[in-house]
Every structure is written in structure tokens, then in C-alpha cells.
């Protein structure tokens, strides 16, 4: 399928596609899953509508604080024993408090998938949200929030962001320390009732499982639930600032750069998505090249593309120390823009065959795939198949991408540094 | 899976677990060489020459080493430890061949002054980069604290200092003495042809020579210590622990891994509930490592700086009880279920698996199928976890607190 060799031993063919389904739930809750035959395992992602962009305005943080108190007892279950019930079950935890959105799930063995479900279902729907417990889980909030302040990198991407967005998607689910020591107990029981809803809610699967055992165990456990989520704002970049130097006595020099970008629904999607690979790929691309290998200005460059409903952007990043960070933010920059001198077919055939292979890889491991079928449904409202994928990639040339770069050109860019050095910004 | 492997003539062994289910390979050259084997004024050497072996040889420049990798969709890495390099790469298998040449390539670098010079600058930028992140300055220095001139406790990075030091002709002697074929283990995961790979690598590596690439393995005698390392530019405490434990060689091994996930292996731990919970802390972890001829009990928490003295207070308390009481059978039969579903979720990609493969046959010689890797965690029993707690390894725990703090006791 993917241009496969007659090797020794074949994989199976329908290895290579898992089987789609999807469930819509009368109150809103969407299930997207995909059956990996070939796995041990299964891996789940609950998707709840309460992240740092609806956070209501004087309460920054209050999803984070809300996805923390959701363990801390459920159903008929204290914090402990349902902690010690997750572990019976060998479930590997994952989630938290997102910019959109708060996820819960992980990854454990197939057989026992039904069973952790059944305890998410009380984690997410009958939390006890204890009162007496507000104090630590905001202490923990906080005291994430100050750890910003030892990691640099982290701490300039979260001021890149309130420096391209202007509304609710310039914020962090971190938080502020206004907004989240304004937080009562009443407060966040209203929260609860009103964002932990399953209108908007999505529930994404991958690996092994029976699909008609699942579907009725999920009927059963979420099909009393009711509500949907207030709306979300729609992401605003108007007025954003040009650059913003934040002055640190650190050894390294944080450079971010972002810059609007077409969104995963759009024609041009996949001709900006391989330019970006081009840009940014594997150690051929072109700014480990220019940027690292053949200059040695840095450790870590590299750019991508970041999809929010409703906006796209690509970021770029470099970590560098002062004697060399003007050269490496005018020598990246400079690579973005060359971009739309063009491409080589060489240099799309090597993003291409990384894009595809990365694909077929992804597909051995369940976890990866419930994130990516999740996200679809989020920012699409369905899962692309691997075959509509390739399809698209297979279709991009070096003059779509041109065209692509002729529409929307790398322009207008939002610069912010962290660290000893303010730098020169070329418009 | 089957278990194939052979030791070509020139002492290079090659190992394989095949999975024809896989949809991907994986192979990687296990390079038994690492931060331990290093002279100290050649500190940071291992870390160095992994970078320079991309940069390529007579037959490839280093930008066609990065392009051929790229080429095949490779997922490729390399990294170095206190003990080991190891380079990768993952592609689907009808890049079999091309990924077994680039990398057998890899072992044999020109070493080229020009690359030298320009990679130096990386690696300066990678130390940089890392002591802008106060939890790994934190756990480097608790390692050379307590390891106290061993050998494992050198820095994998080196310093500024020995790095600018460095001459391109004291990297090839090292390279000379340490990446004979004898001393490198190739491994193979996944869907791959292992007559084609046999084949291929017995050609590629004709003529390479053996010789001698000895590594002391001393013991060392841990003491009870406490550091403070005072930085007022850091705004919070990190805070980082070691226990001694046992070796990669140790029957106890499982033992201490359950051990270790019980009392510090994220939530639902002992720590977790002592610490996280309460909001005492925003971070801690505790884990086994277990190493060749050595092994320890690491762990790290961070926490507002006035909370740092109650913060390990509290952890002492933790391993104290653990010690003076013994762990609860429910906690070690959840352990043991925790330990085994993340052996499955690791291993279930060639990938993940491929660490497994050549980890378990570098530190021990044997090829231990992914079932019974899990079996021998299940069998751990209470009695050996009551056996090695009271030996009393955390009478002998090395705290070392690195932030604005005056003191630590």
C-alpha cells in the first residue's frame, strides 16, 4: 500500500488501515475509535470542553484547578481508592488542562478497557470535588505556574502566545495567580456543571477492543449524562504585538517567532504542511541545515504548524546563546521567506516519503492514534483515513506549493526573545 | 518472534527479535562506551564523538548522512549515557537495507577538523541549554555527589571547559580504543530479513579490528550526604535523592523496580500522596536505575524554596517507614500490574522494544522474550521486598537542594 517491497515477511494488509467507528450519543458525546488488530493494548482520550479559553474572565486557571480536583474522589469512590482502582487496572494516566480543552485517558491492556471507562465515566460526570481540597490543588496550580520562572523555553512560548493572540487563546491553561486564587469551591462546582458537558465532549479510542461490547457499555455509562458546554470564542490575532523582549539573565537566548497559517480544513492545507516539512522535516531540512549544521549556531531550531478551531499559525523556535542569537533569528527568518523562491522535487520527495513512513509507524502504537483520531473529530469534526492522507500528500508538487506561498506568503511575524539580549528584528 | 544472532569473525555480534506483525523495523548500534570510560581530562569525549559520527566519512559528507536518513523516512536518534551510545533508527522495511548501511557507515567516521571545530559550538550550545534547566543541573550534581569520583558519576555532557579543551586527535583515540567491533552490539526489532542483514554487515564491516576496550567496574561505597548548591537567579527548589540499589546484574533487580514504583512512581505513590496531594510540592518522582556492575535509587521533587527542609523531611519519613515497616501486599500487587502493562505499552513497537533487546544483551548476554521480562516482575514476592528493605538502603540516601536555600540537614 505504501509502495512496499516484496519483502520477506509481509505485514498484514489491513494492519496498515485500522477499521473507523463513530458513535454520536443523543446528548452530544461523540466516539471516534479505530481498531488496531495487531496491538496488546487499547488507549482512550476524553475530550471535555473546559480549557483555558473559556475560562471565564478574573478566573485564568480554572479548568487546570478542575481537572485537578476531578481525582481527588468520584462517584462512590474516595481520592485514594480510586487512585489504587486506576492502578489496579495497570492504567497508564495521561491528560490534563489544555488551551481547548481538558483530556483524560491513557493507555492500558485491551482487556481492561471497559473497566477503566466505567471509572472515567465517574471522574468526569461525579466528581466530588472535595472543598477542603481547593486549597491544595490550587497551591499545586500555583506553584506550577511559578516554575515557569526555571524553565526558559517554556516561559517564552507561553509570552509568544499572548503576544500573537488577543482574546482567550493568548492564555495558558497555567493560569494566572489573580485568577486562580479568585476560585471558591462554589466557583468551581458551577464550572463543573456548566463545561463538563457531553454537547462538545468527544471520546477517542484506538487499539484493541469489540466494538458492539463498547458501544452499549458506553451507552450505559454516559448516555445519562446531559448539557452542552457554553460556545467558544473564535480566535483573534488583530493588533497583535510585532516584538516583545523579556530581559532574563540566563545562559541561552529563547527565540520564538509565529506567523498566520492555513488551518487543517483548507485546500492549501497539505502544500503548507509540506512546506513545512521542508523547512523543518528531518536533519536535511533546511534550517537544521542553515541554522545548525553548517553554521553551529544552536542545539534545537526547528518550526511548526499549530492548529487551533477556528486559526492556524506556524512557530518557530531556537535556543541559542547571546554571541549568536542576532545571526540565528535573522538567518531563520531569512529561511522562512526563501521558501517561496521555491521548492526541489527532491526536497518534496524526502518530506513526503517522512510524513507517509511517520504515518505507517504511528499506526503500531495505540496511544499516538486515539490522540490523532481525537484532535480530527476536534478540529474537523471526523477522522481522516490514512488513505485520504496519503492521497493528499502524494498530491502536493513544488508549484502548489508556490501557489500555496503566493496566497499567503510567511509575512507579518510576531517575535518574542527571552533571555540577556534584545535583538533586531528585520520587518 | 524468534531470536536470531551471530558474532562475525571480527568479534562484532549481531542480535534480532523478529515480529513479522510489525509494520516497521528498528535497528541500533548499543556502543559500550559512555561517561564512565572516560579519562577526566577528556571529560564530555563520548557525548562529542556521538554528534561527529553524523558528520560522516570518506564515503559520505555529513549533509548526505542527514539525507539519506531523510530519504527513507527514517526515525532516527542517537544518545549518550554514563554507560552507553546508541544509534538508531526506525523505517518501514523496504529501507532495510539503505538503514543498515547508513549506520554501520556511521561507526567508521573521518573525524574531519573542520567538522570538529563547527560541531564544538553545538555542543557548547547543548550545555548551555541544560544549565538553563535547574532539575538537570540538580541531578547531574546529586549523581557526582554521591557517586564521589567513581566513574559514574561523570558528567555525560562534560563542561565548558573540557569541551573547548578538546582536540580532534584526543576524540580519535578514544574512538580507536572504544568502537572496536567487539565492543558494539547490533540489534534488530521488528519486520526484518535477517539473512539480507546478516549478509550485508559482514560486508560492510570487513576488516574492522578487534582489540581491547576494558571498563573498570569498581565498587563504591556510598555514605549518607547533604548539599546545598545556593542560586539566587533560581526562583524554586529542586530537590534530588539517591539510594543505592542494585546492579543490571542482580537477580533483585524486579525487586527494586517495584520497590521504587511503590514509593515514588508518580501518582497513587507513596510520595504522591505524602507530597503531591497535600500541594507541598508541584513535582517528584522516584525510580530504580540499574546499571553495569552499580544501581541506585534516583528521585527528584521540586517545591517553594521556604517549604525545601519540610519537603525532604517528609520524603525521609516516607523511605523510613518503608524501611522500619515494609510495604503492603495490596501496594506491591498493584505495583507489579502498573509495571507490567508499561513493559507492553513500551515494547509493543519495534521501536520501544529495541532498548529492551540490546539493553538486556549488553548488561547480561541473554535474550529475554517480552513475556517473560513481565512474568518475573509478577513473581516478585512480598518476602523479597521485606528482604531488601531491610537492608536499610535509605539509611545511606545522598539529598542534594539546588535554589535560593541556605541550608538543607
Keep these: ?427 | 518472534m524468534r531470536f536470531v544472532q551471530k558474532v562475525l569473525d571480527n568479534g562484532l555480534t549481531v542480535i534480532g527479535e523478529q515480529n513479522p506483525e510489525a509494520l516497521s523495523l528498528s535497528a541500533g548500534y548499543f556502543v559500550k562506551t559512555g561517561a564512565r570510560d572516560e579519562a577526566l581530562d577528556v571529560s564530555g569525549v563520548s557525548h562529542f564523538l556521538e554528534h561527529m559520527l553524523f558528520k560522516g566519512n570518506e564515503n559520505r559528507s555529513a549533509e548526505d548522512v542527514n539525507r539519506v536518513f531523510d530519504e527513507m523516512g527514517a526515525d532516527y536518534n542517537a544518545f549518550t549515557s554514563e554507560e552507553y551510545t546508541v544509534y538508531y533508527g526506525s523505517v518501514l522495511p523496504e529501507h532495510q537495507t539503505p538503514l543498515l548501511d547508513l549506520l554501520t557507515d556511521l561507526m567508521r567516521p573521518s573525524l574531519r577538523t573542520d567538522d570538529f571545530d563547527m560541531e564544538k559550538n553545538v555542543i557548547l550550545e547543548e550545555i548551555a541549554l541544560y544549565k538553563d534547566k535547574p532539575q538537570f543541573t540538580a541531578i547531574d550534581e546529586v549523581r557526582s555527589t554521591y557517586f564521589r569520583g567513581h566513574p559514574l558519576g561523570q558528567s555525560v555532557l562534560g563542561t565548558t571547559e573540557s569541551i573547548t579543551a578538546l582536540q580532534r586527535d584526543q576524540m580519535y583515540s578514544y574512538w580507536e580504543r572504544r568502537y572496536a567491533p567487539n565492543n558494539l552490539v547490533l540489534t534488530l526489532t521488528g519486520n526484518f530479513d535477517w539473512d539480507e542483514a546478516l549478509s550485508r554487515v559482514k560486508s560492510l564491516s570487513h576488516g574492522w579490528k578487534p582489540t581491547d576496550s576494558p571498563r573498570a567496574k569498581t565498587e563504591i561505597a556510598p555514605i549518607p550526604q547533604v548539599r546545598v548548591i545556593k542560586d539566587e537567579k533560581i526562583h524554586r527548589a529542586h530537590l534530588a535523592f539517591v539510594a543505592p540499589g542494585v546492579s543490571a546484574q542482580s537477580d533483585e533487580r524486579f525487586v527494586a523496580s517495584i520497590i521504587g514504583d511503590i514509593l515514588g512512581g508518580g501518582e497513587g505513590s507513596r510520595l504522591y500522596w505524602e507530597l503531591i496531594e497535600p500541594g507541598l510540592a508541584d513535582s517528584i518522582s522516584l525510580g530504580h536505575d540499574e546499571e553495569d556492575g552499580s544501581g541506585a535509587f534516583f528521585g527528584y521533587a521540586s517545591c517553594d524554596p521556604d517549604k525545601a527542609q519540610m519537603v525532604v523531611d517528609k520524603a525521609r519519613g516516607v523511605f523510613l517507614k518503608a524501611m522500619d515497616e515494609g510495604l503492603r501486599d495490596d501496594e506491591i500487587e498493584r505495583a507489579k500490574r502498573k509495571v507490567a502493562s508499561a513493559l507492553v505499552l513500551h515494547d509493543e513497537i519495534p521501536r520501544g522494544r529495541l532498548f529492551h533487546v540490546g539493553f538486556d544483551w549488553q548488561y547480561r548476554e541473554e535474550y529475554t522474550p517480552l513475556d517473560t521480562a513481565i512474568d518475573r516482575y509478577l513473581a516478585v514476592t512480598p518476602e523479597e521486598v521485606r528482604s531488601f528493605l531491610a537492608r536499610r538502603p535509605f539509611d545511606l540516601l545522598t539529598v542534594l537542594g539546588l535554589g535560593p536555600l541556605s541550608e538543607l540537614s
Design chain 1, 1 to 427: 500500500m505504501y509502495g512496499r517491497a516484496a519483502g520477506p515477511l509481509p505485514a498484514k494488509e489491513s494492519n496498515l488501515r485500522g477499521v473507523h467507528y463513530q458513535l454520536t450519543l443523543a446528548n452530544g458525546l461523540t466516539v471516534v475509535a479505530e481498531h488496531l488488530p495487531a496491538v496488546r493494548s487499547a488507549a482512550f482520550q476524553f475530550i471535555v470542553p473546559a480549557g483555558a479559553v473559556t475560562d471565564p474572565d478574573g478566573q485564568e486557571g480554572a479548568a487546570t484547578v478542575l481537572e485537578g480536583l476531578s481525582y481527588r474522589g468520584a462517584g462512590d469512590r474516595d481520592a485514594r481508592t480510586l487512585s489504587n482502582a486506576l492502578d489496579a487496572l495497570g492504567m497508564h494516566r495521561g491528560g490534563g488542562a489544555e488551551l481547548e480543552y481538558s483530556t483524560f485517558g491513557g493507555a492500558l491492556l485491551a482487556d481492561d478497557l471497559e473497566r477503566a471507562l466505567e471509572l472515567y465515566a465517574d471522574i468526569i460526570q461525579r466528581p466530588h470535588l472535595p472543598a477542603t481540597q481547593l486549597p491544595a490543588e490550587r497551591a499545586l496550580a500555583l506553584q506550577k505556574l511559578q516554575r515557569l520562572e526555571d524553565s526558559p523555553a517554556e516561559k517564552m512560548f507561553v509570552h509568544l502566545r499572548s503576544a500573537y493572540y488577543r482574546n482567550g487563546y493568548g492564555r495558558t491553561a497555567l493560569g494566572t495567580a489573580d485568577g486562580l486564587n479568585a476560585l471558591t469551591p462554589e466557583i468551581v462546582q458551577a464550572d463543573h456543571d456548566s463545561r463538563y458537558r457531553p454537547g462538545g465532549a468527544i471520546l477517542a479510542i484506538a487499539g484493541r477492543f469489540n466494538w458492539s461490547s463498547l458501544n452499549a457499555t458506553l451507552q450505559r455509562l454516559f448516555g445519562g449524562w446531559e448539557g452542552a458546554a457554553p460556545p467558544t470564542p473564535a480566535p483573534d490575532t488583530t493588533g497583535r504585538t510585532r516584538y516583545l523582549h523579556l530581559q532574563q539573565d540566563t545562559n541561552q537566548e529563547q527565540i520564538g517567532i509565529v506567523y498566520p497559517a492555513v488551518t487543517l480544513d483548507d485546500a492549501d492545507y497539505y502544500s503548507m504542511r509540506m512546506g513545512v516539512e521542508i523547512l523543518s522535516g528531518g536533519m536535511a531540512s533546511r534550517l537544521f541545515s542553515e541554522v545548525r549544521e553548517k553554521r553551529g549556531l544552536c542545539y534545537t531550531v526547528r518550526a511548526f504548524h499549530q492548529n487551533v478551531k477556528g486559526a492556524g499559525a506556524i512557530l518557530a523556535y531556537a535556543g541559542t546563546t547571546p554571541e549568536r542569537c542576532q545571526e540565528t533569528l535573522d538567518v531563520t527568518l531569512a529561511e522562512i521567506r526563501r521558501l517561496e523562491e521555491g521548492v526541489t522535487e527532491e526536497e518534496l520527495a524526502r518530506a513526503r516519503t517522512g510524513l507517509l513512513s511517520s504515518l505507517v509507524m504511528q499506526s503500531e502504537a495505540a496511544r499516538s492514534r486515539a490522540l490523532s483520531i481525537g484532535r480530527d473529530q476536534f478540529l474537523l469534526g471526523r477522522m481522516r483515513t490514512m488513505d485520504e492522507i496519503r492521497r493528499a500528500v502524494e498530491s502536493v508538487t513544488p508549484d502548489s506549493i508556490l501557489d500555496h506561498l503566493r496566497r499567503h506568503p510567511a509575512r507579518d511575524f510576531t517575535v518574542v526573545t527571552l533571555g540577556p539580549k534584545e535583538l533586531e528584528v528585520s520587518p
